[in-house]
Each structure stands twice: as C-alpha cells, then as structure tokens.
C-alpha cells in the first residue's frame, strides 16, 4: 500500500522561505513524483513535479522560486520554497505515480493515483 505523508508546513512572513518533505513507503518504483496545492474554493494544481529520471517541471508561477529534489536513499521527496507571496498560501500535497504519463500531463492531478493528506503553509504579507 502506497503511502505518503508530508511535513515541513508552517506559517512565514511574505519573503520567507520554508522546506516541505514527502516520506513516500509501499511502492519499489515510481515514475513520477510531485508537489500540488489547492486554496480555498480553488482548484488543485500543480507546483513541481520530478521524473525518476530527475527530470523536472514547474508551474510558471514557482518557477526561480520553489526548486523539488528527492532523496531516493531515504524515499523522501523536498520542495524548497524561498521568496514565499501570501498567493502561496494553500494545502500542499505530495503525489505520485509509478505507471509511464505524458510530459504534457505532469502538472495534472489527474495524472495521479496516490496523494499524501497535505500540510498547510501560510504566507502572511
């Protein structure tokens, strides 16, 4: 059984920086791994998503910003987010997928079955 739980939410002035991690156990092989987020009365969307290859891809709006790594020793996945805005502010969640996606479709939710419960980060101004 596939199991994902995040860390490393919190709360941070605009301008900060924060370090969220990905514990992933259950699986032997992904194909991708990634990091969405959904607001209030929003939809989920993707932030960064990275290849078992090590191949990434952000979202227009982290990009410079946000940077996702993993740790494949210790099948942890990070997403480190400096210069936080106060749009930052949602419920992240990690995601993977262990079966072969289009690379139009990596920033999808719908391109994954296994989601991690989230973890808040708040960005005041």
């Known amino acids: 059984q596939v199991r994902l739980e995040e860390t490393g939410g919190g709360s941070v002035q605009a301008g900060g920086s924060l370090r969220l991690s990905c514990a992933a156990s259950?699986?032997?092989?992904?194909?991708?791994m990634g990091w969405f987020r959904q607001a209030p009365v929003k939809s989920r969307e993707g932030v960064a998503v990275?290849?078992?290859?090590?191949?990434?891809s952000y979202a227009d709006s982290v990009k410079g910003r946000f940077t996702i790594s993993q740790d494949n020793a210790k099948n942890t996945l990070y997403l480190q987010m400096n210069s936080l805005k106060p749009e930052d502010t949602s419920m992240y969640y990690c995601?993977?997928?262990?079966?072969?996606?289009?690379?139009?479709?990596?920033?999808?939710?719908?391109?994954?079955?296994?989601w991690g419960q989230g973890t808040q980060v708040t960005v005041s101004s």
């Open positions: 259950g699986f032997r092989q992904y194909y991708l």
């Open positions: 990275i290849h078992s290859d090590g191949t990434t």
């Open positions: 995601a993977a997928e262990s079966w072969p996606v289009e690379k139009w479709r990596w920033l999808l939710p719908s391109a994954y079955n296994s």
